[in-house]
């Protein structure tokens, strides 16, 4: 009895901690970060919330479809898409990050599109890298995070991002949690200026 209830204050211990408190970070016009620690490492999970006159369809699209001169891929020295689904894929992608080495990252996105609401979760999954072993070996990456698109009323839509990223190679939190909120929101940025043509 006393083991299983240990057992269970763990596990309750372990929800609290997941289930941190959002913190403001910033807030520019309508465009909002905040904060929170996630996982191990000391890592940070941002959410980014704005809104959009695009609908949500347009935003998704705008995430799904892959942008080679976006912010995103700018540092993409190579991209694979390994399996592809309408509403599923899996990509891995060789990164060349500014100032530390190459990473990589296996990544598998699913879209939920809905009447009023579209949902765009992606997460790492281990697995091999595809071009087999590399005279320099990268560094894995691993993320986890969401989209959502959501009607919010006549001609807006409310847009939410959320990522935690554990960029691998023993990088302390600390030193990369401004890159990392800076790239949560150029990325929400970009989704909004592409659905909306600008």
């Known amino acids: 009895m006393i083991r299983w209830l240990a057992m269970a204050g763990l596990c309750v211990a372990a929800t609290v901690q997941a289930e941190e408190p959002w913190r403001a970070v910033r ?15 000391g890592y940070l999970e941002f959410r ?14 705008a995430v799904w479809r892959w942008n080679a001169q ?9 991209r694979l898409v390994l399996s592809e689904a309408p509403r599923e894929k899996l990509v891995w992608q060789l990164l060349h990050p500014p100032v530390v080495e ?30 087999g072993q590399r005279a320099q070996p990268a560094v894995r990456v691993t993320v986890r995070g969401s989209w959502r698109f959501e009607v919010e009323g006549a001609g807006s839509t409310r847009v ?8 691998g190679g ?28 600008r």
């Open 70 to 78: 976006g912010v995103e891929g700018r540092m993409v020295e190579q």
């Open 102 to 131: 190459r990473r990589e990252a296996l990544v598998r996105f699913r879209r939920d599109d809905a009447n009023d609401a579209v949902h765009i979760a992606y997460e790492s999954e281990a697995g091999p890298t595809p071009l």
């Open 48 to 61: 980014v919330i704005t809104h959009s006159a695009a609908p949500p369809l347009a935003l998704a699209d």
């Open 170 to 197: 023993g990088l302390p939190s600390w030193l990369v949690k401004g890159a990392q909120e800076d790239m949560a929101v150029a990325l929400v940025r970009e989704a909004v200026q592409r659905a909306e043509g």
């Open 27 to 41: 807030r520019d016009g309508a465009l909002s970060v905040e904060s929170r620690p996630a996982g191990a490492g």
């Open 160 to 167: 939410e991002h959320r990522c935690l990223s554990d960029p």
